[in-house]
């Protein structure tokens, strides 16, 4: 459930987290879960992460990410 009043809006959130260098270059995202459902809700944000095939798993009450690498085509 996305909490109102907060100062972002779920697409802003989603945008921000996903727009990072770390993110940008392959690197390992996380992000608690608690924040997750709090300033996107986690059906967005999985929305978000299917598309773009990124690995994702849960771990000790956080949701990892990182980028699947592009595969050569040899």
Known sequence: MVKPGSALSP?????DIFACKAVQSGQLLRRKIRDIER????????????????????TAGRWSCCATPPRSAD
């Open 11 to 15: 697409d802003i959130w989603l945008r």
């Open 39 to 58: 300033y996107a809700g986690m059906d967005a944000f999985l929305a978000e992460v299917r598309p773009v095939d990124f690995r994702r798993f849960r």
